[in-house]
T-cell receptor, first 111, second 113 residues
């Protein structure tokens, strides 16, 4: 099975930088995903890491350390529209490309 | 480009009534298909996934069932709904190869009274 932990809530200021952490335990790691979910909407894909290191995509970056079972999502130049839940998900080597999701981190961006 | 649609968007059903949620994908062939449920304040829970027509894998025991009668059609059903079936149901698809990220439909919010 898999176990994924991430903070429940975070608050940050518009224009600032925020880091959302995710730790996981899995028997056969095969990729880590970050999704953004606004209230009442479906999740949308943000990033994917399968090798150690940092993946940058505009204002969003994601880091992975497989030996530590650890990832973070870094959001720069925060905007009010970034207020959302951020979901960490892990895929293992089992068939079907199944993703196991954490419970999500609710980010609130304030003025 | 690929699109995914699911319906209905919202429904309110009495306990013991049947359920049918439908999902279709356009613009791709032989996708992996998934049904997830998100209960209030909880994470996404995988209910079913399918790697081909007629191939359904169930992840958790429950009173729900899934079917894939066509390559790009995925249906979630129940014969008798329970109160605990309330939640936000999400259909998703992925390409079987490559990075394999999931693309979600708009979601169906089910309230069982």
């Amino acid at each position: 099975g898999q176990n994924i932990d991430q903070p429940t809530e975070m608050t940050a200021t518009e224009g600032a930088i925020v880091q959302i952490n995710c730790t996981y335990q899995t028997s056969g790691f095969n990729g880590l995903f970050w999704y953004q979910q606004h209230a009442g909407e479906a999740p949308t894909f943000l990033s994917y890491n399968v090798l150690d290191g940092l993946e940058e995509k505009g204002r969003f970056s994601s880091f992975l350390s497989r030996s530590k079972g650890y990832s973070y999502l870094l959001l720069k130049e925060l905007q009010m529209k970034d207020s959302a839940s951020y979901l960490c998900a892990v895929r293992d080597w089992g068939g079907g490309n199944k993703l196991t999701f954490g419970t999500g981190t609710q980010l609130k961006v304030e003025l | 480009s690929q699109t995914i649609h699911q319906w209905p968007a919202t429904l309110v059903q009495p306990v013991g009534s049947p359920l049918s949620l439908e999902c279709t994908v356009e613009g791709t062939s032989n996708p992996n298909l998934y049904w997830y449920r998100q209960a209030a304040g909880r994470g996404l829970q995988l209910l079913f996934y399918s790697v081909g027509i007629g191939q359904i894998s169930s992840e958790v025991p429950q009173n729900l069932s899934a079917s894939r009668p066509q390559d790009r059609q995925f249906i979630l059903s129940s014969k008798k709904l329970l109160l605990s079936d309330s939640g936000f149901y999400l259909c998703a698809w992925s390409v079987p190869t490559g990075t394999g990220e999931l693309f979600f439909g708009e979601g169906s919010r089910l309230t069982v009274l």
